[in-house]
């Protein structure tokens, strides 16, 4: 080719940015170089000062080691590793840890709670933690211990309870964090939590990957010879290949964490014993596997992979701990009541509470022995199971809600107090009995927190999500108080919908968790965001979540509810609608004036009554007597 054509021919442009074509060409190397605050290495430095500052006082036994701590409140079971090694590890190096769970469930029950307190601990002592949901794993379902093949979850399903559990443990991290403070653990700067979704690195991982480094070293033989697989296809409907290969999914997860995130632990139920040990010996195979030496990560004790689980809890009954009459109690307070689960936690005998309070408190075992010998004194004051129900739900609600609820069964089970009623129902916590927040609605005069969330599950005829805009479903949704509010915030983005991010409109991924900002969009456009056809998650701020089901015209017809802005269901007009039709069955004609007057004062005599906390015998004015005082105040004036 001459000179000359070469000449000729239009000069390769990169695909830049504007920002960055205005930079230098040198800039633009193949390997760049990421530069490092000076001020991180600093402190980076001062963290491992200090964490060997600490491993001196562990050795010299004037510190505790976090492994002693374990044993002492009862965490451990089985170990996956030589328990000497995995104390000096824990001694001397700043490992991370993780606790899994698959979303096969709307919510967490307190079974769960069990392998998430000895990663808390680790948290609050300056290690590393994970909290990992299944997206991608609770498709497939844990066999372990099933006979009966899990049912498939429909994508919509999958999403719902992800979005429920994913909030639920930023809440109890939230608390986690106040309980630390609470019990003088301070801030490490080093410590680090993390709450990932499996589904982020599945959905783009290549199934040869997966096959090449970890698929050819794992033998058959040994799989088939665990007790799981073994039970499942001798006594149970046969193991099928999705639930077979789903400890080496397991395995990968732990190998993302260890080589991403340097997780080094993974803890876990008591039935998960054989799921740690593939999973360690995933890790290590991937890690033995990597053909580039200079990729290729450290070996030794120092840096294998370890794991423990937790005890089985049965009560003194022998019933498996978090069941009640045979129902999981739940941690969502609208499936079980702040009421009804600190109950729950009263009804515990003396025999087990002082475990109890060890395995699912921050309270020093010094306190704990202390408090036990006050319960001996007086064991019908039950003083140490109220103290157990208290940490409890200042763990999973917050210290209000344990405030509030410890409150309302003093009042309620007090001498004198009359009351035989023994807590309110799932329904009853729907409807907003017993203390918990109303469904859909904040807590009036304060922000919307991770603790006093309204209800997030709800549903929403059809043709109001495929004919009405966004603006309309926040009102109805009760995230905007009017339709004109609704149209400032999605001008404004200030609300989210479920979806892959980008401006392509495409609905939520199966399996993920995202987010992307609402618009004004044409009607036509929101059901894009449907998964499934018939679920919507929308959210306004960082904790107001509504997961919309979408109902037909008829069922939602059929139900006789209500949503606010729903043409001809203004409660004045069915008020109005209902006195006329009464009149007509009387015989009796009445005047436009009239009514309005009888409509007036029903509104009136249903005006709720606002009564102080525990105390229903003092009430407040209703609205329209203070309304009345006040004109009657300015007539005086």
Known sequence: MSSTLVARLPELRRNICVRCAALPVAHFRQNQVRWVAQKVVEKRKTGEEEWARRATAIEQGEVQNIWDVFEERGYVKDVAGRTPQVKELLRTKR?????GVDPTAASLHVGHLLPFMPLFWMYLNGYTAVSLVGGATGRIGDPTDRLKTREVMANSEVSMNITKIHYQLKKIWAN??????????????????????NNMWWQSLPLYDVMKRLGRFMRIGPMLGRDTV???????????LAEFTYPLMQGWDFWHLYSKLGVQMQIGGSDQFGNIVTGIEAVKTIRASEENPNMRMPEGWRDDPIGFTVPLLTDSAGTKFGKSAGNAVWLDPFMTSAFDLYGYFTRRSDAEVEKLLKLFTFLPTTSIEKLMNDHAKNPPARVAQHTLAFEVLSLVHGADVAIREQQQHQFMYSKGSGTQSAGASPEAAAAGQQGTVAPYKAVEGHPTTLNNAPKMDMQLPENLIYNQGIARILFAAGLAPSISEGHRIARAQGAYVAAAPGKDMRGLVPGNLDWTPVKLWYPQDVPKFLIDGRVLIIRKGKHNVRIIEVVSDKEWQDSGKAYPGEPFKGKTRVLMQQLKELAAAEGRKISRRELEQMVREKLAAEEEEVTVANNPDIKFPKKSERQQAFEEGKTRE
């Open 95 to 99: 490992i991370g840890a993780y606790v």
């Open 230 to 240: 073994k039970n499942k296809m001798e006594k149970g409907d046969g193991m099928s």
């Open 176 to 197: 986690v964090e106040a309980l630390g403070r609470k019990y003088g653990h301070e801030a490490d700067w080093a410590a680090k939590r993390h709450l990932v979704n």
